[in-house]
T-cell receptor, first 114, second 119 residues
Framework: DAGITQSPRHKVTETGTPVTLRCHQT?????MYWYRQDPGHGLRLIHY???????DKGEVSDGYSVSRSKTEDFLLTLESATSSQTSVYFC?????????????FGPGTRLTVL | AQKVTQAQTEISVVEKEDVTLDCVYE???????LFWYKQPPSGELVFLIR??????QNEISGRYSWNFQKSTSSFNFTITASQVVDSAVYFC????????????????FGTGTLLAVQP
């Protein structure tokens, strides 16, 4: 258990509304990630953070922004949600075990954009 | 470019059968890391194994075993004597090494294989 929680766990929203998903970790991990999971695509990296206020884009970052104002929280924001952003969103942390980094995932947030 | 291919979209077996999940990867790097994750019906992602490119030894953990072959760019996963609790989506993933030799931040996932184990 990597001590990761995500909130909300489920959300239904309307097209055009802003949405913020929260990832919270309790073990002071430096690296945090946001992925989305879609059928036929596996998981794809949206954004990641390598420290407070340090973030970078992943493979599918368009339409998403992130913020990390403190170590334990990594927020993912959809400024104006679209139906194509209906997905399951996973947060992950990176932990060094056995000499190299492995990513461990939170429970996921199911987002539906109508 | 990096790529992970899991050609088997769905596999259905009867309990106690052995089953192998295939994973083929592409990378130009000589140092890289391969991973398997399990996603049971409850939806969480569970880390199963990590393997670096310099360690081609096969690994066995209980009923699970992994066969890493650099010659064929494959990292296949075998479940022996499958059980209903093994029913899940299994993902293979690849990460290149960073300058320090560890795994980078960018995990490339395959599309997953849905394993259904019938009682």
């Amino acid at each position: 258990d990597a001590g990761i929680t995500q909130s909300p766990r489920h959300k239904v929203t309307e097209t055009g509304t802003p949405v913020t998903l929260r990832c919270h970790q309790t073990e002071n991990h430096r690296y945090m990630y946001w992925y989305r999971q879609d059928p036929g695509h596996g998981l794809r990296l949206i954004h990641y953070s390598y420290g407070v206020k340090d973030t970078d884009k992943g493979e599918v970052s368009d339409g998403y922004s992130v913020s990390r104002s403190k170590t334990e929280d990594f927020l993912l924001t959809l400024e104006s949600a679209t139906s194509s952003q209906t997905s399951v969103y996973f947060c992950a942390i990176s932990e060094n075990r056995g000499g190299t980094d492995t990513q461990y995932f939170g429970p996921g947030t199911r987002l539906t954009v109508l | 470019a990096q790529k992970v291919t899991q050609a088997q979209t769905e596999i259905s077996v009867v309990e106690k059968e052995d089953v192998t999940l295939d994973c083929v990867y592409e990378t130009r790097d000589t140092t890289y890391y391969l991973f398997w994750y399990k996603q049971p019906p409850s939806g969480e992602l569970v880390f199963l194994i990590r393997r670096n490119s310099f360690d081609e030894q096969n690994e066995i953990s209980g009923r699970y075993s992994w066969n890493f072959q650099k010659s064929t760019s494959s990292f296949n996963f075998t479940i022996t004597a499958s059980q209903v609790v093994d029913s899940a989506v299994y993902f293979c993933a690849l990460s290149e090494a960073n300058a320090g030799g560890g795994a980078t931040n960018k995990l490339i996932f395959g599309t997953g294989t849905l394993l259904a184990v019938q009682p």
